[in-house]
């Protein structure tokens, strides 16, 4: 074939293309309601999210509690009916050795911070998730263990773990308000000294708050801190064995490892962000006071 031919082929086919495709039927508009979420669709979309929600509801109050042994149960059970008897004299914490049995593992028991506002104090609490007017809170239940939902939370001291045993409250429109609950704790924050900082994850009692913010004013670095914070709860694990040992009548000489490295498995103790989260949150509460003392500085200072 010449090439002369193949350029008249070639140009026949460049001129028919263009009037192919400009005759062609434009393809079907798709309707509109097929395109978006119809208004019979919305009903079913919106259950999908509001059960995906909920499931996410569930499962966060679980992410900074614990599920405890049953012999741990039993002793929150005897320790709350002793508190029952007497709630406005009985100590913030109590030690949870007091209400167990002489076993081996008698000294790892966890202290106990019972937490009650509203019996503890006799003071009157309203609902905060209820619109104005708000009803008042009654108690209904412990957070103590005995059910899945209702595992207590799990707080850092300065030598070992604590277990927080709070109230669950409830309203007149059947809102479900735990004790230790943000808008709880700031009803009481202005009367009452809370016995525990809590963050979202972690807690940390008063006790070690203090402690982690007064080695960070004397200008211990945080990684200072928690190695110091490690050892401490290394030495009382330490002690904890060597008293178990004992009541067992063990042999003098079985050796306790107080390396830091060694037991780091075994327990659980303060890390450099719940430290860093200590030092923002006493930021924050003393900000407007930053802020005050700021103003009153003259410009020379500054």
Not at 44 to 70: C, D, G, H, M, Q
Not at 121 to 142: G, H, M, N, Y
């Amino acid at each position: 074939m010449s090439i002369a031919i193949k350029v008249s082929i070639f140009s026949n086919v460049a001129i028919l293309i263009p009037q192919w495709l400009k005759n062609r039927p434009a393809p079907p508009v798709k309707k509109l309601k097929q395109v978006l979420v119809s208004e019979n669709m919305l009903p079913a979309f919106l259950v999908r999210r509001k059960i995906t929600l909920f499931l996410l509801l569930l499962l966060l109050p679980n992410a900074s509690s614990v599920k405890l042994p049953e012999e741990w149960k039993t002793i929150i059970g005897r320790a709350l009916e002793a508190w029952m008897k007497n709630p406005e004299s009985f100590p913030d914490r109590v030690p949870g050795a007091y209400f167990g049995s002489l076993q081996r593992d008698h000294c790892k028991i966890p202290d106990i911070v019972i937490w009650d506002p509203l019996t503890q104090f006799q003071i009157d609490l309203a609902c905060p998730s209820c619109k104005e007017p708000r009803t008042l809170l009654r108690a209904v239940r412990w957070k103590d263990g005995q059910t899945y939902y209702d595992q207590p939370r799990m707080l850092f001291c300065i030598q070992r773990q604590v277990i927080l045993v709070s109230r669950v409250y409830r309203c007149c429109n059947d809102h479900q308000v735990l004790a230790h609950d943000a808008g709880i704790l700031e009803l009481v924050a202005d009367n009452i000294e809370v016995p525990f900082v809590l963050f979202h994850q972690h807690g940390v009692t008063r006790d070690l708050f203090r402690y982690i913010m007064s080695h960070i004013h004397a200008g211990l670095r945080f990684t200072d801190i928690e190695r110091l914070l490690g050892q401490l709860y290394n030495d009382t694990l330490a002690f904890d064995q060597s008293k178990s040992f004992s009541l067992i009548n063990a042999p003098q000489d079985t050796f306790i490892n107080t390396n830091t490295k060694t037991n780091q498995r075994q327990i659980q103790y303060p890390g450099r962000r719940l430290i860093t989260n200590c030092f923002l949150r006493c930021y924050f509460e003393q900000e407007h006071m930053y802020s005050q003392r700021m103003s009153q500085l003259p410009c020379v200072w500054l």
